[in-house]
Structure formats: structure tokens, C-alpha cells
């Protein structure tokens, strides 16, 4: 399905469950040899798919090890995005001449029932679109759809800037009809090949109990390398995501 999302230079693995067949490296092991069997598969099998993607590209297999702030370190010349959910794994990956930066990000389709967290994750202007939306739309929980957009921005925005973004800091609409999503930066934008990027735009779909969104981020001039302002909170934006599972 992801492959529907992404332009043909992007190279996709998916999986609807768990391989066991997926080799994990020693490095890799150590990071989660005490975690419970269903994270070890889990783990497992999203490294095997970005593998498969990787190799696609040709490119050798190698660990995919998670850098000092969580994200996942591809190989140089390489940009792509992993992600897991219950009954979906998938990875993406990219050369970095090509994209400047790529992410996915699968959810289950189901509404976000605690309201905290719905407001944590929306802004009002998302929310007067969303229940209209809800009214229209009832297959699709559009609410989770908005969680699951901004997850694809930051993983997109992550790597270029090295910043954390907040939920509050990006506002996003929807197309219902095309499968499309643009996301407004309401802070400032990262420099890519020399343009200043306010906003994300990136396709969505429902399909198997699943919504899935991605970004891929063209490459207009040679490519130039971003200044980096790292922040520590990707283990809290990690905790968003285990809060909605």
C-alpha cells in the first residue's frame, strides 16, 4: 500500500505482521534484549522490511541503529523513515540526491477516545474541520488521521533541522476526495536547497483498519547541508504515540 504514497524514487517494504525470519544484528539485538518478545518482533521485523527497501536500492545490508535523539541511522546518502503498528510494519528509504527527506506513519483507524489527548494533538482550527469531516466521513477517524499526519511532518522535519515541532506548531488540512494532506509550519521553517519550507504536503489512505500518511521532500537545487539545533524530546514524542496505541 505505501508504495501508492511515494514517488517512484522511493524504494518500500511492508509487511502485515511479524516475519520470523527477520535477522536482527548483534548491535541491534543489544538494544532490545530486554524488552518483551512481542517488541523483539516487532523490532525485528520493521529492520528486516527498511533491509529489503535498502536493497532495492543497492545497497548493502547494514544494523540500523537509532541516533543519540531516537532516529534511525541510514547509511550515508541515504534518507528514509520506519514505522510500526499493530499488524503493519513498513520502511522507506530514499538516496539523499534525490529527496531531501521521506516519512511514513501507520496508525490503527480508530478514534483517539481520551479527550486530553485529542486536544493535546490538535489545534481549534483542525478541530472545526474535523467534525465536520466526521459527519461526512465516518469510515475514516479523521482525528487519528491528524495525529498520524503530524507524525510523518516531524519525521520529515527531524533530519533536516534536527529541532523538535510540536503538535500545536503545525496546522493541518485535508483533502477527503484526492487522499492529500497539507501541513502549515506555524513556527519557522527549515532552508532546503536554498528555499525556505513553510509547509509539508504529503498523501494519506484507509485501507485494511489501517491509516497510513507519508511525506517525500523533492530536491530542487544540489543539495546543501542544514544547520542543526538538536533538542532532547523524541522520547517524548514516543510517548504520544504509546498513549494512543
Known amino acids: ?80 523513515s520506519m514505522t510500526h503498528c499493530i499488524g503493519y510494519r513498513a520502511a522507506a528509504v530514499a538516496r539523499a540526491g534525490q529527496l531531501a527527506a521521506i516519512s511514513v506513519d501507520a496508525e490503527p483507524n480508530q478514534p483517539i477516545s481520551n479527550a486530553g489527548m485529542r486536544a493535546l494533538i490538535t489545534i481549534p482550527e483542525e478541530r472545526l474541520w474535523l467534525n465536520q469531516l466526521a459527519v461526512r466521513r465516518p469510515d475514516v477517524h479523521w482525528d487519528r488521521l491528524v495525529f498520524s499526519a503530524k507524525e510523518s511532518v516531524y519525521k520529515a522535519w527531524y533530519p533536516i533541522t534536527g529541532r523538535f515541532l510540536d503538535f500545536d506548531e503545525v496546522m493541518v488540512t485535508v483533502d477527503e476526495d484526492a487522499g492529500t494532506f497539507h501541513a502549515r ?32 521532500v523533492p530536491r530542487r537545487t544540489a543539495a546543501r547541508t542544514p544547520a542543526f539545533d538538536v533538542s532532547p524530546h523524541t522520547a517524548q514524542r514516543t510517548m504520544y504515540k504509546e498513549q494512543l496505541s
Not at 502485515?16 to 530486554?34: M, R, T
Not at 525556505?196 to 489512505?205: C, D, E, I, N, Q
Open 1 to 80: 500500500m505505501i508504495e501508492e504514497l511515494l514517488p517512484t524514487t522511493a524504494a518500500v517494504a511492508e509487511t502485515f505482521g511479524d516475519l520470523p525470519q527477520s535477522v536482527l544484528y548483534p548491535q541491534e539485538k543489544a538494544l532490545v534484549a530486554h524488552s518483551t518478545d512481542e517488541r523483539r518482533r516487532e523490532f525485528a521485523t520493521v529492520r528486516g522490511n527498511a533491509r529489503k527497501a535498502l536493497a532495492r536500492l543497492g545497497v548493502p545490508p547494514a544494523p540500523i541503529l537509532p541516533g543519540t535523539r531516537g532516529a534511525p541511522g541510514w547509511p550515508e546518502g541515504i534518507v528514509g
Open 185 to 216: 509550519l506555524l513556527v519557522p521553517g527549515p532552508t532546503v536547497d536554498g528555499i525556505r519550507v513553510t509547509a509539508f504536503s504529503g498523501k494519506w489512505l484507509a485501507r485494511r483498519g489501517l491509516l497510513i500518511t507519508a511525506i517525500a
